[in-house]
């Protein structure tokens, strides 16, 4: 309950929960490494997903969008088929499913009815099933064969933040310990790597002067926002769109950049809004293409590229960290964004109308 937990100096929690990030992910390090400093989660959970051909991430919101991210990270850094589905969609539309499925729950609270309808279903078809939640004791984490454990500590705000990038570093922490378990080489240091993104985020919640001047530049008095990434720059492109929905009901979409030729490209016009993620070396052209392309439309772009993929004029860069996780640092200045946004538009931020923090209703 928000009453327990205070605010402090902050004007909002969701201010104070996008400051606690780099702490979490610190936190996050600790309690998933064992004596030797390696990291490792529990035996029992690598059987369960050494013995299933596919994992099936179900979540809503944004712990779909986590979960979109972290499939990603389980393909490419543990070689794990992993498909992700939003709750409400599998329960009424369930795809072909393969014959030892794993089900990966993903849910802050642990109370989502949607999620939780998913869970009885496939308990009932004798699958085995994973929750990751932020809630101890949580319906989803009592009802699930194992679980892991979020440690982002109470997120008040409706609009999630802290527990995303927890949500991401635990499916990356997942991936690296399955990899590693079998042998893999994962290629880089995985520790040494999450510790510089916890620094990364703290050098990013420290440029909020920045990130304010851009939601003024951008956001402002618009109607509509796109923001436009490729890979998995698209991915934290949903999440960005979200958070500036939820909390300054600006409608917003997020969009694989290749796509906006395919019809939305249409809805641009002089002054609309794109913002562009840049994090990824394989698609750093053909993303930059395409703010050409909303530019010559009359489009107020601006980009935002990872240090090293940067160009001269981009708007924000951010501090190099590994490939593999930039969305735990690229999400950030879109929290930001949408943040103040919010409240140059006089809204409330922590509590935005029509939405509750859980939904424990189908
Ligand atoms: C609600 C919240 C969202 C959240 C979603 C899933 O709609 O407003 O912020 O992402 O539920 O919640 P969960 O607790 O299952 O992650």
């Known amino acids: 309950d928000a009453g327990d937990i205070e605010k402090g100096t902050y004007p909002h929690y969701m201010l104070k929960e996008i400051d606690e990030q780099p702490a979490v992910i610190r936190k996050l390090l600790m309690a998933y490494q064992n004596e030797q400093g390696e990291i490792e989660i529990d035996a029992d959970i690598r059987a369960a997903i050494d013995q ?59 109370e989502t009815a949607d999620s939780r309808a998913v869970l009885v279903h496939v308990k009932k078809l004798g699958f085995r099933t994973l929750t990751l939640t932020n809630v101890p004791g949580s319906t989803l984490s009592r009802e699930a064969d194992h679980t892991l454990l979020l440690h982002a500590g109470p997120e008040i705000a409706v609009a999630s933040t802290k527990a995303y990038t927890a949500q991401i570093a635990v499916l990356s922490i997942l991936a690296v310990d399955i990899a590693e378990h079998n042998g893999m080489d994962i290629g880089f240091d995985f520790t040494k790597e999450l510790s510089i993104v916890a620094n990364a985020m703290e050098a990013l919640v420290d440029q909020k002067d920045v990130l304010e001047q851009m939601a003024r530049d951008y956001l402002t008095g618009t109607r509509n926002a796109f923001y436009i990434g490729r890979a998995v720059d698209y991915y934290v492109c949903l999440e960005a769109a979200l958070k500036l929905k939820e909390i300054s009901y600006v409608q917003a979409e997020g969009f694989a950049g290749g796509e906006l030729k395919h019809g939305t490209i249409a809805l641009i016009e002089k002054g609309t809004p794109v913002i562009a993620l840049a994090t990824q070396y394989h698609v750093n052209g053909s993303i930059r293409s395409n703010v050409k392309e909303v530019v010559s439309r009359g489009a107020n772009a601006c980009i935002i590229s990872l240090e090293g993929l940067n160009e001269e004029g981009d708007s924000l860069v951010l501090p190099e960290v590994h490939d593999a996780l930039t969305p735990l640092v690229s999400v950030v200045p879109m929290q930001l964004l949408a943040y103040y946004a919010a409240l140059q538009r006089d809204c409330d931020v922590d509590k935005p109308r029509n939405l509750a923090k859980s939904v424990t209703v189908e």
Do not use: W
Not at 59 to 67: D, L, V
């Open 52 to 110: 299933s051909d596919r994992l099936y991430i179900i979540a809503c919101g944004t712990s779909y969008h986590a979960g979109l991210v972290g499939k990603q990270m389980l393909e490419s850094i543990a070689g794990v088929p992993t498909e992700v589905h939003i709750a409400s969609e599998f329960s009424y539309n369930m795809p072909l499913l393969s014959k030892n499925p794993l089900f990966v729950f993903i849910s802050q609270s642990g």
